[in-house]
């Protein structure tokens, strides 16, 4: 059974950095795109970053330049580390995974509908 488990969310001030965390548990598929998809009340659900086995990453348009995914794969976790947050960052950030080999389909970042594997989510609030 594939788990996914997220941390590292919190209240920061614009400007301000925060690291999430997701450990992963019960994978056993050779190849993946694992990411980070975060959303916010009456909004859709949008891709952040994600990274596939060979290590190449993707990201939303929107954190590019301020957001890094990274990965350890001894420990089993993905990492997102958001740097010049600002209020529009606000969301509840979910980690997911797939046996994909690439994150992108037709150019553009998988669709969360995609993703079979989700974590239950870490609150992300940036005041002003």
């Known amino acids: 059974q594939v788990q996914l488990v997220e941390s590292g969310g919190g209240s920061v001030q614009s400007g301000g950095s925060l690291r999430l965390s997701c450990v992963v548990s019960g994978y056993t598929y050779s190849t993946y795109c694992m990411g980070w998809f975060r959303q916010s009340p009456g909004k859709e659900r949008e891709g952040v970053a994600a990274?596939?086995?060979?290590?190449?990453?993707t990201y939303g348009d929107s954190v590019k330049g301020r957001f890094t995914i990274s990965q350890d794969n001894a420990q089993k976790t993905l990492f997102l580390q958001m740097n010049s947050l600002n209020p529009e960052d606000t969301a509840m950030y979910y980690c997911?995974?797939?046996?994909?080999?690439?994150?992108?389909?037709?150019?553009?970042?998988?669709?969360?509908?995609?993703?079979?594997?989700w974590g239950q989510g870490t609150q992300v609030t940036v005041s002003s």
């Open positions: 997911a995974a797939h046996p994909f080999s690439s994150c992108r389909q037709g150019g553009r970042f998988r669709r969360p509908a995609d993703f079979d594997y």
């Open positions: 990274i596939n086995h060979y290590g190449v990453p």
